[in-house]
């Protein structure tokens, strides 16, 4: 059975868009990924120098009424730092969505010697 031009063309057009759907994938899989290391890294560093005004007591009977005032001032703000975060990576998924994206691969090409 012969494969007419046309068949042959619908056949590397689904190719090619499959192909560009991965890497609209692999783009979207990897921005977002940065993303969450960004604002999570930044609420990881913040916790680091100031987690003591909120942390010194082990547990909550433990801690005095300022630790806990500023725990609570914390866990509002990580909220809000996570509530933005996460609203701005979906605003980016769905601004990647809209755009073709082509991956240019990693090659190599070989030049004979004489």
Same mark, same amino acid.
């Given at each position: ?12 057009? /689904?190719?090619?868009?499959? @192909?560009?759907? $991965?890497? =609209?994938? =692999? %783009? $979207? ?9 960004? @604002?999570? /890294? &930044?609420?990881?560093?913040?916790? #680091?120098?100031? /987690?003591? +005004?909120? &942390? &010194? /007591?082990? !547990? ?29 990576? =979906?605003?980016? %998924?769905?601004?990647? $969505? ?8 990693? $090659?190599?090409? @070989? +030049?004979? #010697? !004489?």
């Amino acid at each position: 059975m012969d494969i007419t031009k046309q068949q042959l063309d619908k056949i590397k057009e /689904g190719r090619r868009q499959k @192909f560009l759907d $991965s890497c =609209r994938k =692999r %783009l $979207s899989g990897i921005a977002e990924s940065k993303m969450k290391t960004t @604002f999570i /890294g &930044a609420l990881d560093a913040f916790e #680091k120098e100031f /987690g003591d +005004l909120w &942390a &010194a /007591g082990i !547990n909550e009977e433990e801690k005095t009424e300022k630790e806990l005032e500023w725990f609570d001032k914390w866990q509002e703000v990580r909220t809000l730092i996570l509530n933005n975060g996460n609203n701005q990576l =979906r605003i980016l %998924l769905n601004e990647i $969505s809209n755009h073709v994206v082509e991956w240019n691969k990693y $090659s190599v090409t @070989f +030049l004979p #010697k !004489n």
